[in-house]
């Protein structure tokens, strides 16, 4: 099956740093998204981003399906950017697989 | 537009008893699932659904069971509590046509 792995593992910031969260993946998918999980346990959907570039605020994220990866930045990071970054991949029969994650703690 | 909806947000569970967790979406997705989260960890498949009347089992279904009688709910239950089922559960769907999943608010189970 497809392997989904995610770097760095950790990361902690200072509030108003910028970050490069990667993830990469092991076959072809034709899905790919990046979840927030927040310190309360919800988990936020980021951007639903299978090829390109999509930018939302501070984030934007980048997928270049070709050399299966993905990148999530965070500009002028926030405490409430704090949490775990989740990237899933999709396959053509809509199944799932989650990376382990990135933890991110921003201090103030 | 309310999305995916959890119940019970919270529960407890003596060992031994059984319970079932609630799902419904709005959205007329096809695919459901249910996932569980351990603490510090990532997600773990337990059940899917490709529609109503179709069900099929995930990375870990042992100690648990889903039914899909309606596009819209798909109910996971736990039969036979054990301190091992202690784990956040997340229900999702996913849009037909792109694949874009959604995620319910998380219920958080715990087994004494």
């Known amino acids: 099956g497809i392997q989904v792995e995610q770097s760095p593992p950790d990361l902690i910031l200072q509030e108003g740093a910028n970050s490069t969260l990667r993830c990469n993946f092991s076959?072809?998918?034709?899905?790919l998204q990046w979840f927030h999980q927040n310190p309360w346990g919800q988990l936020i959907n980021l951007f639903y981003i299978p090829s390109g570039t999509k930018q939302n605020g501070r984030l934007s994220a980048t997928t270049v399906a070709t050399e299966r990866y993905s990148l999530l930045y965070i500009s002028s990071s926030q405490t409430t950017d704090s949490g775990v970054y989740f990237c899933?991949?999709?396959?053509?029969?809509?199944?799932?697989?989650f990376g382990p994650g990135t933890r991110l703690s921003v201090l103030p | 537009n309310a999305g995916v909806t959890q119940t019970p947000k919270f529960r407890i569970l003596k060992i031994g008893q059984s319970m079932t967790l609630q799902c419904t979406q709005d959205?007329?997705?096809?695919?459901m699932y249910w996932y569980r989260q351990d603490p510090g960890m990532g997600l773990k498949l337990i059940y899917y659904s490709v529609g109503a009347g179709i069900t099929d089992k995930g990375e870990v279904p042992n100690g648990y069971n889903v039914s899909r009688s309606t596009t819209e709910d798909f109910p996971l239950r736990l039969e036979l509590a054990a301190p091992s089922q202690t784990s956040v559960y997340f229900c999702a769907s996913s849009n037909t046509y792109t694949g874009e999943l959604f995620f319910g608010e998380g219920s958080r189970l715990t087994v004494l």
């Open positions: 076959d072809s998918v034709n899905n």
């Open positions: 959205m007329n997705h096809n695919y």
């Open positions: 899933a991949v999709g396959d053509y029969g809509q199944n799932f697989v």
